[in-house]
């Protein structure tokens, strides 16, 4: 069964594919998403779903370069997971910082 993943990068633009709900990497996904605590634009601390960078790679198959190499997407969601809410991808251990997190890694990709 396949799903779509639509992701959003770090300049706003689009990404759509699909994804296989039904492979083992998809299972082990699944279990890495966790809710928590980041910091907002105007400093304040709340809640949202992350997952590491490595982990949408491996769904990602062959375009998991997009994430693991050159830090692309800031967040994404999947057809019916979570409720369609947004992900946040971590690209490191630290919190999310979502004042500098645009500069910090959308540099890596050549923009900014």
């Avoid at 492979?23 to 992350?50: C, M, N, P, R, S």
Wanted: net charge neutral.
């Amino acid at each position: 069964m396949t799903k779509a993943l639509e992701a959003i990068e770090f300049d706003g633009t689009t990404f759509g594919m699909s994804v296989d709900a039904g492979a083992e990497t998809y299972k082990k996904f699944k279990a890495q998403v966790k809710e928590e605590e980041i910091i907002g634009f105007f400093g304040d601390h709340f809640k949202v779903l992350t997952v590491p960078a490595v982990w949408l790679g491996a769904i990602m198959g062959e375009a998991h370069w997009l994430v693991t190499e050159i830090h692309s997407f800031n967040k994404f969601c999947i057809e019916g997971f979570k409720g369609g809410k947004y992900i946040y991808v971590k690209y490191d251990d630290e919190i999310i910082d979502m004042r500098i997190r645009r500069q910090k890694y959308h540099r890596v990709n050549g923009g900014g």
